[in-house]
Every structure is written in structure tokens, then in C-alpha cells.
């Protein structure tokens, strides 16, 4: 091999012909050394050039064999809790696999992104493995990429159009100290939101070409009218706290990656025990091109940003109105042009709802919709007005309902069906004494906690259940549905399962078939609608009469207008009320005093009398050809 100088852009490993040119930035490092390995062994060490604060090098020559690492060294500055390790070798913040040859070419076949408008978009958030990791799944690949193609038939059927992905940036499993209190075995991180490496999809989610395949899934999905969304995690790394723990990021300049306290100890707004300095130019940059290169590359759709209010800190850790970072996203004609998803708020609850629209394309993590629509459901007193504003698209805080997505649960907290059979969190397995978690889960157990055989009870749940998949598909904004709802599938009632890589977590295929015949006929129903969203003023408001809404009663009714105009009645109350129709034809499409599969999603139902009795926690959904 002949060793040349190199250049200093672009950062990472670029390979021209048989030329490897490797670029990474330290402004703290005195040294810094490329490593080849040849079947795990160090086969060179090659000391990099300095341009400034980036060390480059370039290799002329190279085998396929050969993967690479860098290893910096320097003084010791109690400031910037920088300390250079001589025999820690780092990964490459830009690195996209670590094997020192050309990716290659993937044939696309001339299939295009969708392009689904977001008043059309309804989200599935799922688990690359625990989606098809289960027995019952029955796919060949299972807990992978090409697992998840093999299941495309099935969200066709559901009826959804974007999958969202929960972390496949490449992480460490091992990131995590808590055991197993029944068998002392340690745990693993199985969510994944502690990224390590942002260019890189994990490894074990693909076979054995993890670029490739992820490439195939994103290739597939969009021959059959679906989009793909990242939950991406850049508010922070999974470099834990420690001096002794070194990955890239830490190693090759601790005080530019990371928020630092002025004794080089580290800020924690994301509760991982680190933040990233993303308001600073080079972790700017790093954002940004990773996003550039899951969008140009790997051809996603859009992205879900974890704990998204750290963009708002500055590089002293201080909140911000005007950030750097959300400025050059809001700017750059490639990012801008994605579906773009912030989780406004932070471990310290810093929440920033309405900070982010500003910025043009960005759109929401509704939390107030989830917590309202739960208080609600459940029969929470003085819950109506606040219900009403965010079924309505959240008017108050949005411009548009574009720009929020609705959830009633999603990965962090509850189920659907645990939502309705506990009380209370039981994260006793996870090993931390049932500490983690949140306790405010809204949720109400319907008089039993946990599995019952009692029959008036397991109807009212499964009934509450089809009260909040009502709520959430007739609402303005952006429906979102966590993985395994459409089936009825329990956690047990842990809130908080990131360590579960077990079937508390996995996806069990064989749960029950009617729920998602609901989940897919109401799915398809909102779809027939065409959505478009409305304004605040073209609903119409009721009370057990015509025009007489009574906000200080637990009942209300509201009109949507449209080709076919929707009346919804929620009774979230012990009492059964007699209501008065608006004027006109009315026909039952769905009460959820009924079973799964008693309802008229896919064509007329029954004309409704003028006046009827509405039961206790039903719901009515009724639709009018006038």
C-alpha cells in the first residue's frame, strides 16, 4: 500500500477507484493514527495529517479485507474532561461500515417514494425485532430488515401507509447494568436510543449486507404506496459518563461532541447521562450530513427526533429561541423536503410544543393529545373542553393539524390494552425496583388490575379500547399506532420495557384477529374520507339536543362536515343519556357498546331514531348522506 497525504473533506472514509481517503476532526488531539485491521488484528498504524482541526490520510492500494479504527492521543484538561487513552481505538463519527471497501451500487428498479401527504399519513410505530421476532411470525428472517418485507402484505391489510422505525442506528446492546431480579441475568438494551453510530444501520437487523437490505425494505415499501420514517437519537450518544468508557465521540474531542460542566463533567438533559453539542458548527454538521445521507442514500421518508428540545440548548447547555441546528434543517433543500418530527421536550421536562412549527416542516409528538383524550375516555371530571381542543386539531398551539401527530400510546408507556386492565406501572422485571417509568399513566384498569375472567369487565375494556381508536382516527392530525395494539397485545403492565427482548416485547401473530379487523375497517374509513383537514369553525358542537353543548357535562357530540357529514357522541360516564339527533338521515356506523365486529365501517348501518339512549362509556359514530 502507498501511504499519500490525503485532504481534509469530506469527513469519513471517501474511496475513489483503489484510493481511501480517511478524514476526522479533533481540535484537542496532538496525534492522531489510523488503524487497519486484518481479521481483527492491527495489520498498520498510520499516523494522519493535520489540516487545521482535521487529520487526514490517504491509502492508494488497499485490500477488501481491511477494516479501520483511530486512535488519538494528547494532554490530560480537567476543563474539557479530556483524556486521551493510547490503547482506546475509536470509530469514525461518520463511519458507515467499517470494512475499508466500495459499498455497492443498489438497483433502486425505478421505484419512487410515495410522496404521501401528511393529511393522508397514518403512522405504525414499530420494533425492527420485535416485529417478526416471534414464533408465531412465521418468516424466515425473523427480527430483521427482510423479516419486516416479508410482513408488508400485512400493513397493506392493516391499512397503514408509513412504518416508523424505532432506532436502527448502529448501538450497544450491552448498554445496560440492570439484571433479571427471577435470574440474575443481565439485560440488554433492546430499544436502542443510544446511538453510537449515526451513518451505520445495526448490524443485527440485517443478515449479512445490513446496508443493502435496510435499502431492499425501503425499496419494497415504496412499490407498495408506503413510506419509512427513523426514529433518530441526536440528543445524545450511548458513550455512558465514564472515564473508562470509549467509543469515538469522548476520545477524540470530549468538549465539542458533548454539553460539559465547568468541571468537565457532563450536562444530562436526556437522562442518558450525556448530551450532545448540537449547536455546535462540527456537531452540526455531523447531524446534518447524517440526515443527508439516510435521505440521498438510503431513500427514508422522514425522520422522528428523539428528545428534539435539546436542539433548543446552546453550547453552554442554556435554552434557546433561535437555534443554529433548527435554522440549517428549516434551510437545507434536502432535509426540508421530508417529513420531519420532533419529540418537543427533554428528560428535565423541558417541553417546547409549539417552538418547532416555526421552523416550517416540522410537525409534532402530540403529548397533550394523549394525555387529554386519556384523562376523557376514562371519565376524568372537567376533561371535556380540553378533549375537544386537541380532537379538533389542537388549534390553540397549531396552525395546522398537519403539524400534530396523534397518539394514544406509542413504545414509551402502556398498550392499548394494558392502558385499560392497570392502574398502576409493573416494571418489577425490568430490575430497578419498579422506579423507572412514569407514574402518570392516565390509565384506569375498569375494576380489576391486571388479566380477569370477569365478563362485564373484559366488555368494558375491550369497549374503552374502541372508545379511544374512535377519538384518535376521527381526530385532526396525523394518527400514529404503536406496534401490537391492532391485536390486542399486553406488556403486563410494564410502561417501561427497554430491556425486554422477550415476549413481553414481541409482537405475538396469533392474538386477536377481530381487534384488527376493527383497527382495518376504521383505518380504511378515515382513508375513504380523503382527509382534509378542517378549521375549527366547521365543527359543530352538541349536547344530548341540537346546538346545546354543555361543557360542564361529561356528554358531548360533535358534527364533521364533509361529502358525508359525521355526528360522534361520547358518553365517558356510569349514565346512559337520551340524545337527540341533529336534523336529518342518520345511520349507525360504529357504537362501541357493541362487539368488534357489529359495526358498518365498509357500508350503511341501520337508520338511528331521532332520539335514542347512548350507554355508559360508548361511544356513537353515525354518518349522514346529506
Known amino acids: 500500500m502507498k501511504i499519500l497525504k490525503g485532504r481534509k473533506d469530506p469527513l469519513g472514509l471517501t474511496i475513489t477507484q483503489n484510493r481511501a481517503n480517511f478524514a476526522v476532526f479533533s481540535g484537542s488531539a496532538t496525534a492522531v493514527f489510523l488503524g487497519l485491521f486484518k481479521e481483527g488484528k492491527l495489520f498498520q498504524e498510520i499516523l494522519l495529517n493535520r489540516t487545521e482541526n482535521v487529520w487526514h490520510v490517504e491509502v492508494e492500494g488497499f485490500t477488501d479485507n481491511l477494516t479501520y479504527a483511530f486512535r488519538a492521543e494528547g494532554p490530560y484538561d480537567p476543563k474539557k474532561g479530556q483524556l486521551f487513552k493510547k490503547e482506546a481505538w475509536l470509530s469514525d463519527p461518520y463511519v458507515k461500515s467499517n470494512q475499508v471497501r466500495v459499498i455497492e451500487t443498489f438497483d433502486w428498479q425505478g421505484v419512487f417514494s410515495p410522496n404521501i401527504s401528511k393529511e393522508n399519513l397514518i403512522i405504525y410505530e414499530m420494533h425492527v425485532r420485535g416485529f417478526t421476532q416471534h414464533s408465531t411470525a412465521r418468516v424466515t428472517k425473523p427480527g430483521t430488515f427482510l423479516g419486516i418485507i416479508e410482513k408488508i402484505p400485512y400493513l397493506k391489510e392493516l391499512g397503514v401507509n408509513c412504518i416508523e422505525l424505532m432506532p436502527i442506528f448502529g448501538f450497544d446492546e450491552t448498554y445496560c447494568f440492570d439484571v433479571n431480579p427471577k435470574t440474575g441475568k443481565r439485560y440488554t438494551n433492546y430499544w436502542g436510543y443510544n446511538t453510537l453510530h449515526f451513518f451505520a444501520p445495526y448490524h443485527k437487523y440485517g443478515v449479512s449486507d445490513p446496508i443493502g437490505e435496510f435499502k431492499t425494505l425501503v ?54 447521562k450525556n448530551t450532545l453539542n448540537c449547536n455546535h458548527p462540527v456537531v452540526q454538521d455531523l447531524i446534518l450530513s447524517s440526515l443527508r445521507y439516510w435521505i440521498e442514500e438510503m431513500h427514508v421518508d422522514g425522520f422522528r427526533f428523539d428528545l428534539a428540545s435539546v436542539f433548543n440548548r446552546d453550547t453552554e447547555g442554556r435554552i434557546i429561541t433561535d437555534s443554529p441546528l433548527l435554522k440549517r434543517i428549516a434551510s437545507d433543500p434536502v432535509i426540508n423536503k421530508v417529513k420531519l418530527i420532533a419529540e418537543p421536550w427533554d428528560a428535565v421536562g423541558n417541553k417546547q410544543g409549539d417552538s418547532f412549527p416555526k421552523w416550517g416542516p416540522w410537525s409534532v409528538w402530540n403529548g397533550d393529545f394523549q394525555d387529554h383524550v386519556r384523562a376523557y375516555i376514562k371519565g376524568t371530571d372537567g376533561s371535556q373542553s380540553p ?53 402518570n399513566n392516565l390509565s384506569w384498569n375498569c375494576g ?30 396525523i394518527p400514529l399506532i404503536k406496534m401490537g395494539d391492532e391485536v390486542g397485545h399486553s406488556q403486563k403492565g410494564n410502561n ?20 384488527f379487523s376493527f383497527f382495518s375497517a376504521l383505518i380504511a374509513f378515515r382513508r375513504a374520507r380523503n382527509s382534509i383537514f378542517m378549521k375549527e369553525k366547521e365543527f359543530i358542537w352538541h349536547g344530548t339536543e341540537p346546538l346545546k353543548a354543555d361543557w360542564n357535562n361529561r356528554f358531548i357530540a360533535v358534527v364533521l362536515k364533509g361529502k358525508e357529514n359525521l355526528y360522534v357522541a361520547f358518553n365517558p360516564s356510569m349514565n346512559k343519556f337520551p340524545v337527540t339527533l341533529p336534523p336529518g338521515k342518520w345511520f349507525e356506523v360504529v357504537n362501541t357498546e357493541k362487539d368488534w365486529g357489529e359495526h358498518y365501517l365498509s357500508k350503511d348501518g341501520p337508520m338511528l331514531p331521532q332520539t335514542f339512549e347512548i350507554a355508559p362509556f360508548s361511544m356513537l359514530l353515525a354518518k349522514s348522506h346529506s
Open 387 to 439: 378533549f375537544a381542543e386537541v380532537f379538533t386539531g389542537s388549534h390553540k398551539k397549531f396552525q395546522s393539524p398537519s403539524q400534530c401527530v396523534n397518539y394514544v400510546t406509542t413504545h414509551d408507556g402502556f398498550s392499548l390494552m394494558d392502558l385499560v386492565s392497570y392502574n398502576l406501572k409493573h416494571n418489577e422485571e425490568n430490575g430497578e425496583g419498579n422506579n423507572d417509568g412514569t407514574d
Open 496 to 515: 417501561n420495557p427497554y430491556v425486554q427482548d422477550n415476549e413481553i416485547s414481541y409482537l405475538n401473530w396469533d392474538q386477536n384477529k377481530k381487534i
Open 448 to 477: 380489576v388490575e391486571g388479566p380477569t375472567d370477569n365478563p362485564k369487565i373484559n366488555h368494558l375494556r375491550e369497549k374503552q379500547m374502541r372508545n379511544f381508536l374512535i377519538a384518535l382516527f376521527l381526530s385532526q392530525g
Open 219 to 272: 425499496r419494497e415499501l415504496h412499490r407498495n404506496g408506503m413510506e419509512i420514517l427513523l426514529d433518530v437519537v441526536y440528543s445524545h450518544t450511548g458513550e455512558e459518563a465514564n472515564i473508562n468508557y470509549y467509543v469515538n465521540f469522548r476520545g477524540l474531542d470530549n468538549s465539542v461532541y458533548y454539553l460539559l460542566n465547568a468541571d468537565g463533567s457532563y450536562q444530562d438533559y436526556t437522562g442518558c
